[in-house]
């Protein structure tokens, strides 16, 4: 049995060995994360996700002030190895940073008052699909990519340095370039610690 989906997806991992040679114009790779950006479902249809594309300066803006805020927080004697971690995001071509519109959750919440506790969970579920997405894409079109968290910790420096509206909940970061090495095999644990079938 063959399933394209199935097959796409197995495309997908973690590449830490990033460079800028991609084969692909910043315009096609624009045009890819904003297409698996907007076919990705939300609840009620609400398309809360918001994604900040960058290029060139701006990337490595993101990674350095990163840099700045982590040297404050992590211990000297321990920053080699952080450092050498933002270095190999800086090292990719582009970084892309999801947000959430908190606007439009709250808005859903005023207006479907019987699910107001659940809009806040399902706009985590609806970034994290969007991000797999933008993930898949990138990979099938033969960019590597990472996901990372440097939220909240980053958020009033890059609110301030992109001039992003308050509204716009920081979620993740995903800096993508060319692969410089792939990845070790990806390991799976049992099916049967994981799954279960009644009929």
């Given amino acids: 049995m063959t399933n394209t989906f199935l097959d796409s997806i197995k495309v997908r991992r973690s590449i830490y060995a990033l460079d800028k040679n991609v084969s692909l114009s910043q315009n096609e790779i624009e045009d890819i994360i904003k297409e698996a950006v907007k076919l990705s479902p939300s609840s009620f249809n609400s398309q809360s996700s918001r994604a900040v594309i960058l290029f060139g300066e701006s990337h490595d803006k993101l990674w350095n002030m990163t840099e700045e805020t982590l040297r404050g927080i992590v211990p000297a004697e321990s920053f080699a190895s952080t450092e050498e971690k933002i270095a190999s995001f800086r090292a990719g071509y582009g970084t892309v940073l999801f947000f959430e519109d908190t606007e439009v959750i709250e808005g859903l919440q005023e207006n479907f008052a019987l699910y107001a506790d659940n809009f806040p969970i399902w706009s985590e579920q609806s970034t994290g699909i969007a991000q797999h997405s933008v993930w898949v894409a990138l990979a099938n079109a033969g960019i590597g990519a990472s996901l990372q968290h440097y939220n909240p910790l980053i958020d009033d420096a890059v609110q301030a340095e992109f001039n992003l509206p308050a509204n716009w909940n ?30």
């Fill in 170 to 199: 920081l979620r993740a970061q995903m800096p993508f370039g060319n692969i410089v090495a792939e990845p070790g095999e990806k390991e799976f644990i049992d099916d049967e610690k994981r799954f279960r079938t009644f009929k």
